[in-house]
């Protein structure tokens, strides 16, 4: 018996040092691809970016506002690590991992949207995070938000709901298979078109929208913009385009723009309000009510970096 119990014992460790060592080539094949998104988080943690103009935000950023025109206007190099379906808490978490690879930046423009500073919930394209765990910032933010803990203590277990990504990380780390690259210094945008079938839907479903703010995520944005003016980073709040039609379903709209305003002016950060800006009026530039297209986004980041080329030195 005990000697079955042994056989069973290494056997398991046998399996275990299998499994660990296929996550670390996983984690390694993963870190140098352009799959699913992991270009950027890679560009991150290789230091490959160092901007001068950084951009963050959500969705909001990452599909509207393009750095090759903001680099072309201000003679700068700029880079958008933009995060879809994220408050700044997470965004928050991704700057300072930024900022233990690559040099602080000159500028940061923080995209604002009416729920950026809400608290992360869940976790969207959760597949993202996972070669990055071994980062302090990021695995205490995601295990917040509902990453298992036990990762940390057993990684082979991480991609256990993504099997797809072995294949992905395996093909990568031996060569296989390269993806092509599908974004421009993180921004990535959308050619797609209005759909006004499916605005109707989320006018009938949604009355009216409200602000959601949270004070955890505040105090985060509290201590970045401390940090910026410590480190004389020039910050600049940008709240990007909305179709009006969209905006007119907003709760204490000025009230919220208001308060974000007094927010920017107590830390000396910019802020540049476009949610009445002629963008605004122009359906052919959005895919829906919140988000430009790619032709919509040319537009706006054309006017964006108009703007900044009057604060920007």
């Known amino acids: 018996m005990k000697r ?6 290494a056997f398991c460790v046998l399996i275990a040092g299998l499994l660990f ?4 080539i996983t984690d390694r094949g993963l870190r140098h691809s352009n799959y699913s998104g992991f270009r950027v988080w890679n560009d991150i943690r290789n230091g490959a970016i160092n901007a001068d103009v950084l951009i ?17 206007a201000l003679h700068t190099d700029s880079y958008n690590i933009g995060m879809d379906g994220y408050s700044f808490d997470v965004q928050y978490a991704r700057y300072r991992m930024y900022r233990e690879y690559n040099r602080k930046p000159k500028m940061i423009v923080q995209v604002l949207d009416y729920f950026v500073f809400n608290k992360t919930t ?27 803990a036990y990762y940390h203590y057993l990684p082979f277990l991480k991609y256990q709901e993504n099997p797809e990504y072995i294949d992905v990380g395996l093909r990568e ?41 949270s004070d955890e995520t505040l105090n985060d944005a509290y201590r970045f913009l401390d940090s910026c003016r410590k480190e004389d980073i020039k910050v600049v709040f940008v709240f990007t385009p909305h179709y009006y039609q969209f905006s007119q379903m907003v709760a204490y709209k000025s009230k919220y723009i208001q308060f974000l305003k ?37 537009a706006f980041s054309l006017k964006l970096a108009d703007s900044l080329k009057t604060i920007y030195k």
């Open 56 to 72: 963050q935000g959500s969705s909001h950023s990452w599909v509207q506002i393009d750095p090759h025109i903001l680099d072309t």
């Open 122 to 148: 869940s976790l969207f394209d959760k597949h993202q995070f996972l070669p990055y765990l071994d980062n302090g910032y990021i695995n205490d933010e995601v295990t917040q938000v509902g990453m298992p």
């Open 4 to 9: 079955f119990l042994l056989h069973v014992f």
């Open 262 to 298: 007094d927010i920017a002016s107590r830390y000396g950060a910019a802020f540049f309000d476009f949610t009445n800006d002629s963008i605004c009026y122009h359906k052919d530039y959005y895919y829906n009510g919140t988000h430009l297209n790619k032709w919509g986004a040319t």
């Open 21 to 24: 060592v296929i996550t670390q």
């Open 173 to 213: 780390f031996f060569d296989v298979k390269h993806w092509p690259l599908t974004v421009y210094k993180g921004f990535q945008g959308q050619d797609r078109h209005w759909d006004q079938s499916q605005f109707d839907n989320f006018r009938h479903n949604f009355k009216y929208i409200t602000p959601e703010l």
